[in-house]
Nanobody, 123 residues
Framework: QVQLVESGGGLVQAGGSLRLSCAAS????????MGWFRQAPGKEREFVAA????????YYTDSVKGRFTISRDNTKNTVDLQMNVMKPEDTAVYYC????????????????WGQGTQVTVSS
């Protein structure tokens, strides 16, 4: 069992930056691949980024490549999402998720989820 708590959401102007953080507890954090997902009103939850447990290989959806960076600190049991050059279409509730084994892009592949944090980008 893994418990996840996100923080760092808020309101930012287009072109600005935010850093989300996810704190994990309960099991050996280093054994879990971590993902960030987001869900905008009226839309399905979508993959944003993931980081593999074994070697910290990272994966991104095309719309955030070059703007967002996912990173993890296994000594602090945290995974962060640095978001730069933000756009209004990045507005959503952002969720942290965990799974054992390789990183995956499908939300259904992640059994553990945080409660989400709201990110709003104004134009």
């Amino acid at each position: 069992q893994v418990q996840l708590v996100e923080s760092g959401g808020g309101l930012v102007q287009a072109g600005g930056s935010l850093r989300l953080s996810c704190a994990a507890s309960g099991q050996t954090f280093s054994a879990y691949s971590m993902g960030w997902f987001r869900q905008a009103p009226g839309k399905e939850r979508e993959f944003v980024a993931a980081i593999r447990w074994s070697d910290s290989t990272t994966y991104y959806t095309d719309s955030v490549k070059g703007r967002f960076t996912i990173s993890r600190d296994n000594t602090k049991n945290t995974v962060d999402l640095q978001m730069n050059v933000m756009k209004p279409e990045d507005t959503a509730v952002y969720y942290c998720a965990a799974r054992q084994g390789p990183a995956r892009q499908g939300p259904d592949m992640y059994p553990y989820w945080g409660q989400g944090t709201q990110v709003t980008v104004s134009s």
